[in-house]
């Protein structure tokens, strides 16, 4: 998470949105950068809502604009996928080494959820049943247009480094499955659709 005193900007950091990079490309701009741990980098807008924003619009005495990534749905699973395939990983309980990504899906719709097929939903993380939201969501695949608002609002020029690149790996995904799984993250295909307006 940063935050942008001057300009009265948060960015939230939508896991497997390209988060390490945003950060490492603006963490020297921003007055709070919160990178460690995960829980705290990964600030919902649910938490920065109840728990940051009164303090921000406290002390600066106005609200900031909140802005954040969302990743197609099926991709963003399959990032964590191939993540969670690295053979470094520091929990085993969380790895994927060895499984399919059909398997993975069937353990990500399963109740209770395997340790390694607990991802959340990005829907949950930019738009809380209760409570605002993030108030601005750009589309991952438009990097580019993310970039060029945050270089206008910033005032800088902005060069993104690749970093934390998930390893290459299949994503064939039973056709049955797929829509299972459209079906239960009905809501996140609805919301990633929605920003093509």
């Known amino acids: 998470m940063l935050v942008f005193w001057k300009q009265r900007l948060v960015y939230l950091a939508t896991p497997k949105t390209g988060s390490t990079a945003i950060e490492a490309a603006l963490e020297s701009l921003a007055s709070v950068v919160i990178q460690r741990p995960p829980e705290l980098k990964h600030t919902s807008a649910h938490r920065y809502w109840r728990f940051l924003a009164p303090y921000l619009q406290l002390a600066a005495d106005e609200d900031f604009q909140v802005v ?14 191939r993540y969670r395939q690295r053979d470094d990983g520091p929990r085993p309980e969380r790895s994927t080494a060895g499984m399919s990504f059909n398997q993975f899906i069937e353990a990500y719709l399963s ?4 340790e390694f097929a607990k991802v959340g939903r ?43 690149v998930s390893p290459p790996g299949s994503l064939e995904l039973d056709g049955g499955l797929e829509t299972r799984l459209r079906e239960e993250l009905q809501r996140d295909f609805s ?3 929605s920003l093509k307006d």
């Open 111 to 114: 109740d209770p959820q395997p």
């Open 191 to 193: 919301l990633y659709n």
């Open 68 to 81: 954040a990534v969302m990743r197609e749905p099926l991709d963003w699973l399959g990032s964590w996928y």
């Open 122 to 164: 990005q829907s949950r993380f930019l738009v809380p049943d209760k409570g605002p939201g993030v108030d601005q969501i750009f589309r991952y695949d438009d990097m580019p247009g993310f970039v060029g608002f945050l270089e206008e609002r910033l005032d800088c020029e902005i060069n993104l480094p690749r970093l934390m």
